[in-house]
């Protein structure tokens, strides 16, 4: 048997990198105290029930947060809000400084002017490498008009219309 290399973790960051994905900020309330971290890891679970899945990173002050109180809440940011991106990505930041605080229908505090936002209790979580792999079960949502911010290779950018109508699939 041959036992092939790891790849490195810089090498994995940049082949992962050509997938293009949304950017969303998690945020919750712990003891009082708002918490946020920015993540592209997020993706649909299941329609019915209504759960997703976000990776966390391990031993961040918002993860803990996350897990500890239960619930939260993903804002998925417009084209516009790239300066919130950035914001939320800087470690030991105070991130809501500056933002008016608004909370959602479960009380957890959600991104002003975001593109969307799902509230969230955590239906269950497991570390996996150094991310928090979290299920949550949405159990409100909120959403407007307008393009959402996207990610790839570094960079943040916006979707352009392409022009052709969306299709709808239903099995």
Do not use: K
């Amino acid at each position: 048997m041959i036992v092939q290399p790891e790849v490195d973790p810089m090498t994995m960051r940049r082949t992962i990198g050509r997938f293009a994905t949304g950017v969303a900020v998690v945020t919750t309330e712990h003891d009082g105290v708002p918490h946020g971290m920015t993540v592209n890891s997020l993706t649909s679970v299941s329609l019915e029930p209504p759960l997703l899945l976000v990776c966390l990173t391990t031993g961040a002050r918002t993860t803990d947060a996350v897990v500890g109180e239960g619930r939260f809440a993903v804002n998925v940011l417009s084209a516009r809000q790239e300066e919130i991106a950035m914001r939320f990505a800087r470690r030991g930041s105070d991130h809501f400084e500056g933002l008016s605080l608004e909370y959602g229908e479960h009380s957890v505090p959600v991104v002003p002017d975001a593109l969307a936002h799902l509230e969230c209790t955590v239906e269950r979580h497991f570390e996996a490498g150094d991310h928090v792999v979290v299920f949550g079960h949405v159990r409100h949502t909120c959403d407007r008009p307008g393009a959402p911010l996207a990610f790839l290779g570094g960079r943040f950018g916006d979707l352009a219309e392409r022009g052709s109508e969306p299709v709808h699939w239903f099995f």
